[in-house]
């Protein structure tokens, strides 16, 4: 499984940037999709999650940023995107997109992807 991140760049705060990945693979069994960020110097940390549910998909965000990132995905073509909105310095990171994947055996495997830089300006 490999996950390709784009959409990152540089943005004024206040403005607004849309990352995409998508998950490349073989019968792909995707439970989770999210996106996680890490600032020079700190912990890797999580954004927001998109778990498929029974009746649809359950949304989970950071405190930091609910309200002004929405993530979504589609399941046909196996990508999650972050809209984020209002952006502010504090957002500045490396943006990472994560998958957990079942195998036939429902065995849940984490992939990651390479990374995209956002750097919001003051």
């Known amino acids: 499984v490999q996950l390709q991140a784009s959409g990152g760049g540089l943005v004024q705060a206040g403005g607004s940037l849309r990352l995409s990945c998508l998950a490349s693979?073989?019968?792909?069994?995707?439970?989770?999709m999210g996106w996680y960020r890490q600032a020079p110097g700190k912990q890797r940390e999580l954004v927001a999650t998109v778990t498929r549910i029974t009746r649809g998909n359950r949304n989970n965000y950071a405190d930091s940023v609910a309200g002004r990132f929405t993530i979504s995905r589609d399941n046909t073509k196996n990508t999650v995107f972050l809209q984020m909105n209002s952006l502010k310095p504090e957002d500045t990171a490396v943006y990472y997109c994560?998958?957990?994947?079942?195998?036939?055996?429902?065995?849940?495997?984490?992939?990651w992807g390479q990374g995209t830089q956002v750097t919001v300006s003051s």
């Open positions: 994560n998958a957990e994947v079942a195998d036939v055996t429902s065995r849940m495997y984490v992939y």
């Open positions: 693979g073989s019968n792909l069994n995707i439970k989770t």
